[in-house]
């Protein structure tokens, strides 16, 4: 079958479009549901009880740290995996992109035998007076965990694209490999860094089964929002289902922030003052 | 109009595979219904067919023996089980889920389907369960008495307030007059027992039959106060049923002498 129609080709068969609504629908319609659900009247109430506040600042708190630290490891992580090559690179990056894959409780189980008090590390910690477990530091890596690979492949990919060409005449002009990595890399990815870390808070924020697997379930200490859903529904559906609402905001919020322009061209911008603007999957 | 074309193959093709579909599902449909119904109206008293139990996740070793028992006694029959915590397993019934017995772990969730009318017939206490403390085999904190719980530095895990057992848990610290300062509160009693026996708590409260069916993973304490809170187990058919003659044989079976020595055998006490 020819689907091809020459130059200028953006159209889209017509059938595309009724499936992918059904796709659309498929989604929304859930969301739609539970809205439907909510006990608007006690909406209020229900959503500043002190235990759910409690939960959404912990959770806030923690995916802010998880980000950071996904930041700090993810970085150098998608660096290595985009810019050198190595024996047993192929080999890493599977390991590192494994927790997208793995369920979160296989998660837990495995910081468990970790970080736990009988864990690998976990009995060197315990005996130099770091006790990880049910700690609000268990939460953060729990979320870390399994939001890391986000980052990395956001930025790998980013990285990937941008190619390293600007960086090779960086470096033939006499930048060493960190001001080259500073002034240029950096500035060039950074779109593709801005969408990996908010993909990464988005999905420390959803943690769940890593958590209650690995952090246990405290308020104000180890009780993130989803946790506090999960308890909630036990007694009072209304306010899990009024809590679900808020974390559907906060996430739709946080992702719609970065991923609002998908369409926009690349504008092509050599960082040299430090801007780069423009996404950098066109360049292929 | 060339992008007519794959558009319509598409729409043939998904037309094709709809009628295929619907000529193979008509046969078999016809013939299945035909064994089912002959089979109920010739084994003459003796239920057959499937019976659907959803039962609280605390009876997951003697339902699936009562159930392997049932499907020996009763030629013809199948049992199919579904364990969960008794709140989740309340939410799916009355959500239409299709469930011909639940077995709950406590009354509240039980109480909550009559409630709604969504029973047959009233339901019947089968068992009771008590709280026992666990430790890890070492029992590295020397916990001994209940007292010893609230001792500090000793990490206790307990089950939230929300759920049955820490429903019980806040009883019994009560009763004992003794306040706990868990280092976490989890949502099932089986995340309690799974804390405890990776060594990751001291101690936590769960229920006897929690400590019996973990073997030598977890050591059990058991203490005077958790007499004070006795969980009781209903069983009952839904009203919902579609096979509720073999809904109520699966039930005497449970509630019958066979019954009671599988329960109490994994450390329910008689109701």
């Known amino acids: 079958m020819d689907l091809g129609r020459g130059s200028g080709y953006h159209g889209v068969p017509r059938w595309v479009y009724a499936i992918a609504a059904a796709g659309g629908v498929f989604v929304l319609l859930p969301l739609a549901a539970m809205a439907a659900r909510v006990n608007w009247p006690q909406f209020i109430p229900l959503v500043t009880s002190e235990s759910s506040l409690t939960a959404l600042g912990l959770s806030l708190r923690t995916s802010a740290a998880s980000t950071a630290l996904c930041i700090i490891f993810g970085v150098p992580l998608a660096l290595v995996l985009a810019r050198s090559s190595f024996p047993g690179q192929r080999l890493l990056r599977a390991f590192v992109l494994l927790p997208l894959v793995l369920p979160p409780v296989v998660g837990g189980i495995a910081l468990l035998y970790t970080f736990g008090r009988q864990g690998l590390l976990g009995r060197s910690l315990e005996a130099a007076g770091i006790q990880i477990a049910f700690s609000t530091t268990a939460v953060v890596l729990a979320q870390t965990f399994v939001a890391l690979p986000f980052l990395v492949v956001s930025l790998e990919g980013a990285l990937r694209t941008a190619g390293g060409r600007y960086e090779a005449v960086a470096a033939t002009l006499g930048a060493r490999p960190t001001t080259v990595l500073r002034r240029v890399t950096v500035p060039l990815v950074l779109p593709g860094l801005a969408s990996g870390a908010v993909l990464s808070f988005a999905r420390s924020l959803g943690e769940f089964g890593a958590t209650l697997t690995f952090a246990g379930s405290l308020q104000g200490v180890t009780r993130t929002l989803p946790l506090e859903i999960y308890l909630q529904r036990e007694t009072d559906a209304d306010a899990a289902v009024a809590l679900s609402l808020v974390l559907v905001a906060v996430a739709v919020t946080v992702v719609g922030l970065t991923y609002r322009r998908p369409g926009q061209k690349d504008q092509r911008s050599v960082p040299a003052g430090g801007t780069a603007s423009g996404r950098m999957d066109g360049a292929r | ?271």
């Not at chain 2, 027992?193 to 990751?200: T, Y």
Request: glycine residues 10%.
């Open chain 2, 1 to 271: 109009m060339k992008s007519w074309n794959p558009r319509i193959t598409a729409l043939a093709a998904a037309a094709a595979l709809l009628t295929a579909g619907l000529a193979a599902c008509g046969p078999p449909a016809s013939t299945s219904t035909g064994p089912a119904g002959a089979g109920s109206s010739a084994a003459a008293g003796q239920p057959s067919g499937t019976v659907t139990v959803f039962a609280a996740a605390s009876l997951k070793a003697t339902f699936s023996k009562l159930a392997s028992d049932f499907e020996a006694k009763n030629p013809g029959s199948k049992v199919t089980l579904s364990f969960a915590g008794s709140s989740d397993l309340a939410t799916q019934i009355s959500q239409g889920a299709p469930a011909d017995v639940f077995a709950s772990a406590d009354t509240r969730n039980m109480a909550k389907l009559a409630d709604a009318g969504l029973l047959e017939g009233a339901e019947t206490n089968f068992a009771t369960n008590v709280l026992q403390i666990a430790v890890p085999p070492s029992n590295p904190a020397s916990i001994a008495a209940f007292a010893d719980l609230a001792r500090p530095g000793v990490k206790v895990v307990v089950c939230a307030s929300q759920v049955p057992c820490g429903a019980a848990s806040d009883t019994v610290e009560k009763a004992a007059g003794v306040t706990l300062s868990p280092v976490s509160e989890e949502s099932s009693v089986t995340d309690v027992l799974g804390k405890v026996a990776s060594g990751e708590a001291d101690a936590g409260l769960v229920y006897v039959t929690d400590v019996k069916g973990a073997g030598d993973k977890v050591k059990g304490i058991p203490f005077p106060e958790a007499g004070k809170a006795v969980n009781t187990y209903p069983i009952a058919t839904v009203g919902s049923s579609r096979n509720k003659e073999l809904a109520a044989a699966f039930i005497a079976l449970v509630t019958g002498a066979e019954g009671r020595k599988t329960l109490a055998g994994a450390g329910f006490g008689a109701p």
